[in-house]
Structure formats: C-alpha cells, structure tokens
C-alpha cells in the first residue's frame, strides 16, 4: 500500500533526489530496536524502500550481527515476518563499527559509500553527539548533498537549543537538517488538520466564538521501567510537551496553508507559536508518581516530573480568550492521546423541565493513539432516560479506511524522497522552548500521585469556569 495522500501537498519531495544510501548511526540501540528495523521492514513489504541500508555503531558486529538483530526487532514488534521480503530487506544491510569522535570512521565510511549522490545520515544517538557526528561527515567531505535526520531532543532549554543549532549549521544549512519529532508522522495528526478544514460544518465553528477550551491530552499507563538514567533528568515537560503536544496543538490552532509547500506549512505553525503567550508557573502542575524513586537510576530525591498540567493562551484573533488545557502523565489508568474541543454550553432551553440537567456543551475529539479515531459528543432525548443526555458518534479510523502507516515509516520514507514537510524547523524550535521556559526557571513543586489515578487532584483547579478534565476516550 501506499504512503498516504501528503496533507496538505507534497512538501519539497519534487525537486529532492531521493536517498541512494540510508546511514543509520546507532543502529545496535534501541531506537532501532523497537522502532527502526520495524519501520523499514514495513517500507520494504510495501515496496517502498530501494537502497541500501548502512550501520554505524561502536559495537564489533558482522553483518550477519546486524541481520540476526533486525530479525529479532521485527518479530519483537509483532509482525509476521514474510522471508522473501525479508530476504531483500537483509540483502539491504551493512555494517561499519566505529568510533563516532574518530576521523578514521567517517573515512571509512566515506570509502564505503563513495559513489552515493544523495545519502541521507540518521543519528539515533544523543544530542550530545549530533555535532560530533556532523562534523565527522562534513570534514570527510560527505555533507555537501547530504540530508541529515536527528531525534529529539534539539537541546534541554532555549539556550542549549540556539547553541546546538548553531553548531549543526556550521557544517550544514537548515535545508539539510530534518528534525524528526513522531507525532508529525501520526495518521491523526494528519487528519485533524484535514478534517478542520477540508470540512465546512466544522471550520467555521473552529474558533473563539463557539468553542469555549481545548483539552489535549496524553496518557500512559505504563512507568519509567528501565529508563530511568534517561527519564530522570529530562520529565513530562521536555519529554513530550515542549514537542510532541506543541506539535498537535499547532496543528489544532493555525491558519489554513497557502500552498502545498513545506514552508508554507512550517510558516502556519510559527505564526501559532509567536501567538502562545509565556506559560505561566502559577498555571502549572508538577506530579511524580508513588514509587518513581525507587526506579534504578533515578535519583533518591528526584524532583523529576512524571506529570505535567498546564494552561496556555494563544493571542491571536481566532483563539484569544480561549484556554488550551494540556496533562501528560505516566501510571495513569490507560494509554491514549487525544485533542478534544469543548464547545460552548447552549442557552437556557426553557422548554426543558427546570428539574433536569441542561444540555452538556459539545465536544469534538480526535484521538491519534494508540489508534486514531473521531468522536461527536451531542446531547440527546434518549429512551433509556429522562430528559437530555450525552450521545456519542463515533469513528475508528482503522475500520472505514484501513491500517495506516506507522509513524516512523512516513517520517523515514519522506526523509529519504526529501520531503522536509513533516519536520520541525528551527524557529518553531526556539519559540516552543521560549513558551516553557518560565515553567524550566521557576518549577513550582512537585507533588505525589498513586499509579493508576488521573495524577495530582489539584490539577483539576486548572480548569477553573471551564469545570473539569473530559476523557479520554476509550473504545469500549
């Protein structure tokens, strides 16, 4: 099957050489692991992936190493494995061992891979070493039509992310530089910005004048099991909002595009975020879960969020006056991520019995994991009871259309044809960071919540007028 239809255009794809060598630096991690073997398998089952595959990676494998591995990672993700296709897939390895500070692994390289036009380099390794790695490419001469893939995160704070970017673009122009952030490859996040606008019983209701707050939420019954040397100094904040859910939020809150192409796209997400006002500390909820320092790893007394709350305003003629409610949290009681839009409550119907409820306000949600669907939240007589009540209208996406792609299949397929539209770009970056970074400077406390509750009840005081936290929604 093919790739889904680019929403909104393709992007730069038309005028880019797609990649004739994927290099995948930390290939023996376990980005690659869980997600990257997987992601490309799944490319070469649909007959999308046509060049060789080359690893980098400190770790003394052979080939066949590396081929055992994906083996492994594959099967681990729960496919079944097709062997011809797998076949052609493994035909597809390589592997270089090397050490990422050392010239000699980027000439190495260079003498492997010298006759690629157009490679494109993916760095699953810490931020840390992105320069690193940069500058071993670029003083090896391989930079100069080269695009350059990077995982989040693009630095720790404002400061840290200027600095990192100046650094990169030392050796490379932003054009090269793809920044891969997951939730730009989500099929949901794809269709929320299609169903606003592609839709004319929704855009002209997308707007402060009926919709009364936004919700977005991403919840995570799971912990931080073994990762706690990562999770520890990073928290719910850098994890997943400064990126992930600033990402959902600019594609809920912009203007539609002018065109199809990337920059038009990026252009429309900058003009949200110079809109988003400073968050405000005081409208902010820090929470660790009972049980979290005790993890290996993590600090005996770690002040580490594993939950965050928060309330911003966007100023701007569409959304001013509107909160944008955002909590994230790990050991909530699911996993599901979801945006819903809280309309504003009707009038007062006189011809209902004064003695019933008035009408709930209407929602509208779309939900991007672990699947993606959309929901209608109306009010309704209903047999079953008296007077009005909720009624649901709702859409799986897998069953009126089909499984999409995974995420990483859209981001690594659009890296390697050139297609920079689902990529961050740095000014977004910056502006993102300068959001939060009055929550990073003055943190308000953090306060304990037990697994498996919705995280620290003093969160719900967020919402102020606005009543209470909706959802999420979970298909029964």
């Given amino acids: 099957m093919e790739a889904r239809t680019r929403i909104p255009g393709q992007g730069e794809g038309s005028g880019a050489r797609p990649a004739d060598r994927l290099v995948v630096f930390g290939i023996t991690g376990d980005l690659a692991k869980v997600m990257t073997f997987h992601s490309l398998y799944r490319l070469e089952l649909r007959g999308l992936l046509d060049c060789p595959i080359v690893g980098v990676a400190a770790d003394h494998w052979t080939v ?15 496919e079944t494995i097709d062997e011809g296709v797998f076949e052609r897939f493994a035909a597809r390895l390589e592997f270089h061992s090397g050490d990422f500070a050392d010239a000699a692994t980027y000439r190495q390289l260079a003498s492997a891979i010298g006759d690629a036009r157009s490679p494109v380099f993916y760095l699953e390794t810490p931020p840390s070493l992105f320069g690193t790695v940069i500058k071993g490419l670029a003083e090896a001469g391989l930079t100069d039509r080269a695009r350059v893939v990077v995982e989040k995160p693009f630095g720790h704070d404002l400061a840290s992310a200027r600095a990192l970017d100046e650094e990169i673009h030392s050796y490379i122009d932003e054009s090269q530089l793809y920044r891969i952030d997951h939730f730009l490859g989500k099929m949901g996040t794809d269709e929320l910005l299609y169903l606003r606008f592609g839709n004319t019983m929704i855009e002209p209701i997308w707007n402060r004048d009926h919709i009364a707050c936004v919700q ?46 990337a920059k038009t796209l990026k252009d429309a997400k900058y003009a949200v975020f110079r809109s988003v006002e400073n968050a405000d500390p005081a409208h902010y909820v820090r929470g660790q879960y009972e049980g979290y320092r005790e993890i290996d790893g993590v600090a005996k007394d770690s002040k580490t969020e594993t939950y965050a709350a928060m309330r911003l305003e966007i100023d701007n003629g569409r959304w001013a006056g509107v909160p944008w409610f955002i909590r994230t949290g790990k050991r909530l009681p699911v996993t599901q991520t979801e ?63 089909g499984e999409a792609p995974t995420p990483y299949e859209v981001l690594l397929l659009d890296a390697m ?25 003055a943190p308000p406390p953090v306060r304990g919540y037990a697994p498996g509750s919705w995280g620290p009840k003093v969160a719900g005081e967020l919402l102020g007028s606005h009543g209470m936290w909706h959802g999420p929604w979970v298909p029964s």
């Fill in 417 to 441: 044809r050139g297609d920079s539209t689902r990529f961050t770009r740095q000014d977004s970056v910056e502006e993102t960071w300068r959001i939060f970074q009055p929550l990073l400077d």
């Fill in 64 to 78: 066949d190493d590396l081929r055992k591995r994906a083996r492994t990672a594959i099967e681990a993700c729960g």
């Fill in 216 to 261: 977005i939420t991403m919840a995570e019954s799971f912990g931080v099991e073994d990762r706690g040397h990562f999770y520890d100094p990073v928290g719910a904040l850098r994890d997943v909002v400064v990126n992930h859910l600033m990402q959902l939020l600019a594609v809920a809150a912009m203007e539609a595009p002018a065109g199809a192409e």
């Fill in 339 to 401: 945006l819903r839009a809280v309309f504003r409550a009707p009038p007062r119907l006189r011809f209902i019995d004064p003695g019933h409820r008035l009408p709930e306000p209407n929602q509208f949600v779309v939900k991007l994991d672990p699947s993606t669907g959309t929901r209608l939240v109306l009010d309704a007589h209903r047999a079953d009871g008296a007077g009005p009540q909720p009624i649901t209208l709702d859409m799986e996406f897998a069953q009126e259309g």
